[in-house]
């Protein structure tokens, strides 16, 4: 495909040299689980968020699932999140026990409405899992009110927003934690799967780190009954070296989403709102378009590459179904109808926006 949805290749070939030395050292090091590349990249990643604990995982979903468990929720309690995020998201509170529980998310923002995480709390509700959805926060002021007024925990899903900030703080530091996935394609992607755990808090940071190895604090001792849920050394080393570049590729992602915004005709192709409280690092480029398929279809046929994230709203997928009926949750339902998601990352030729915005002019007339 000329255009294609993305290109790992090219962010590589832009770093290869200290990816590779990263590499060699690690191989040469003869350690390869949990040594001194995660230690360092856990330092480096909290004090890069302004945090002050990091805990290297295995995945996003692990980082959520082993932060909902070191906050003691499990069996018997709910937890609200919004239905237009990654399965993991859901997945990950049923991994830990509880029950899932959904509810709206605004259309400008596409992030979760407060007024409807109101309105599904119950006295089971333990915690709020606000997704920062393509780059984007959501209205934290407003979400953390009502949480703390519940007496609710509030775990941020940041695996969409490395760098995004709210009111010129970074997510990640306004929850009672937080986590972060490192899947490839993330602004901060590892070359394999990777995850981190988010926290001020000395004792969740510590939970963390015993259920991330069998609730082990010294070996072969299980204080209480954990996980194997480890970020290996490779992946430690690399996501060092990429830290370093993250704020200049945010910064390049959120140029090239302003060239599209500029040339974008905005009638029947709508580019993204972003939120005046925040700075969005757009892990995507998402319009809107009530001729979705048409318009993918027609870039397609121009050999241009889009995606749909996510095509089905989570309660109308097979397998959760019975945490909201259809029609329930209208606004997310109306979004996986119109949203298209636009090629969009740091090493993404100028050309090639400009390419793009020339077809969705010829679509738009
Ligand atoms: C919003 C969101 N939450 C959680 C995850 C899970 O992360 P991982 O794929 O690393 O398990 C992802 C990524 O897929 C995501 O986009």
């Given at each position: ?9 090219k962010?590589y ?15 040469a ?6 040594g ?9 990643f ?30 018997g ?7 237009n ?37 119950t ?6 899992i606000?997704?920062?959805?393509f ?16 007496r ?8 969409q927003?490395h ?14 934690i937080?986590?972060?996935s ?12 990777g ?20 609730g ?6 299980s ?11 490779m ?32 009638k ?7 939120m ?7 892990h995507?480029y998402?319009?809107?378009c ?15 590459g ?6 089905t ?5 097979q397998?959760?179904q019975?945490?909201?009926?259809a029609?329930?949750?209208?606004v ?13 990352y740091?090493?993404?030729p100028?050309?090639d926006?400009h ?11």
């Amino acid at each position: 495909m000329p255009i294609p949805f993305f290109d790992l290749k090219k962010q590589y070939e832009s770093i290869k040299a200290e990816i590779d030395g990263a590499t060699r050292r690690v191989l040469a090091s003869g350690m390869f689980i949990l040594g001194q590349e995660t230690e360092a990249f856990e330092t480096e990643f909290a004090e890069y968020l302004g945090a002050k604990y990091a805990v290297g995982v295995n995945s996003g979903t692990d980082a959520l699932h082993l932060a909902i468990r070191a906050l003691g929720i499990g069996k018997g309690d709910e937890v609200i999140t919004v239905p237009n995020t990654a399965v993991a998201t859901v997945c990950a509170i049923e991994m830990a026990g509880a029950t899932p529980v959904l509810c709206d998310v605004r259309a400008d923002s596409m992030t979760m409405d407060a007024d409807s995480f109101a309105s599904v709390i119950t006295d089971k509700t333990r915690a709020v899992i606000p997704v920062h959805l393509f780059g984007q926060t959501a209205e934290l002021d407003a979400i953390i009110g009502i949480a703390r007024q519940y007496r609710l925990a509030i775990i941020e899903d940041c695996a969409q927003a490395h760098g995004a900030k709210y009111q010129g703080q970074r997510v990640g530091t306004f929850g009672d934690i937080a986590a972060f996935s490192f899947y490839p394609t993330k602004n901060l992607g590892a070359y394999g799967d990777g995850g981190a755990v988010v926290t001020d808090d000395p004792q969740l940071a510590e939970k963390a780190r015993l259920l991330r190895q069998y609730g082990w604090r010294s070996r072969y001792e299980s204080e209480i009954s954990g996980v194997n849920s480890r970020l290996d050394e490779m992946q430690a080393a690399i996501l060092r070296v990429k830290l370093k570049h993250l704020d200049a590729w945010n910064a390049a992602r959120r140029e090239r989403a302003a060239v599209y915004t500029e040339m974008l005709p905005n009638k029947r192709v709508l580019s993204p709102v972003e939120m005046p409280y925040g700075e969005h690092v757009f892990h995507l480029y998402v319009v809107h378009c009530a001729m979705r398929d048409y318009l993918s279809a027609f870039l397609r046929e121009r050999e241009i590459g889009t995606a749909i994230q996510y095509p089905t709203p989570i309660h109308l997928q097979q397998a959760y179904q019975h945490l909201a009926p259809a029609g329930s949750l209208p606004v997310a339902e109306k979004l996986a109808r119109e949203i298209l998601s636009l090629p969009l990352y740091p090493e993404l030729p100028l050309v090639d926006i400009h390419a793009i915005a020339a077809a969705l002019r010829e679509f738009e007339t």
